[in-house]
């Protein structure tokens, strides 16, 4: 009997830790993702103060969506490749991420990073000195390609909230 409850309080023991690092590992991982309000149609966004839009581009980095895409340039004259969707539902959304990341994303990199909450999903890649983001919250989805260093480490948050202009700006970011 005496081995049982030892086994047990060990179980309990473990689980719990387990739960305290997995709670402590994910909420380290949190960025803020900035999105267009809902009321903005795919055809209205334009990029925020600071970017040009120097081209439209035609080359999707995935096919089967309806999209927009710009080529933009920032005042120190570093050139984005942006796309983005706005899609019917947030599970549409989420679905085309994840489509998404396996096409662009999974692949040998340099740098790759991931996160996938229930409210938003982030991901960037770094591979051959290009430096590709995507993000996904509610029914919009992003994805910018730059060259690498232009967009520092850590720095995302800033990038997305600048590119989005500020009548267009869903103020409720997924907290840090």
């Not at 040009?52 to 710009?70: A, H, K, N």
């Not at 050139?79 to 999974?106: P, T």
Request: with cysteine; charged share 30%; proline share 4%.
């Amino acid at each position: 009997m005496k081995k049982r409850t030892k086994t047990e309080l060990f179980t309990l023991v473990f689980v719990i830790i387990a739960l305290l690092f997995m709670m402590v590992y994910s909420s380290k991982y949190r960025i803020a993702v900035y999105v267009p309000n809902d009321s903005v149609e795919l055809d209205e966004f334009y990029p925020g103060e600071g970017f040009e839009i120097v081209d439209t581009s035609e080359l999707c980095p995935i096919s089967g969506w309806d999209y927009s895409g710009f080529v933009v340039t920032d005042a120190s004259h570093h050139r984005y490749l942006v796309f983005f969707w706005k899609l019917d539902n947030k599970e549409k959304a989420r679905e085309l991420w994840e489509e998404l990341w396996k096409k662009r994303f999974e692949v040998l990199a340099k740098n790759r990073g991931r996160i996938v909450k229930p409210s938003y999903a982030f991901g960037k890649v770094v591979r051959f000195g290009i430096k590709d983001m995507a993000w996904q919250k509610g029914c919009w989805v992003f994805f910018v390609e730059t060259d690498e260093g232009v967009i520092p480490e850590g720095k995302e948050s800033d990038f997305m909230k600048k590119f989005i202009p500020e009548q267009f700006l869903n103020e409720q970011a997924a907290p840090r």
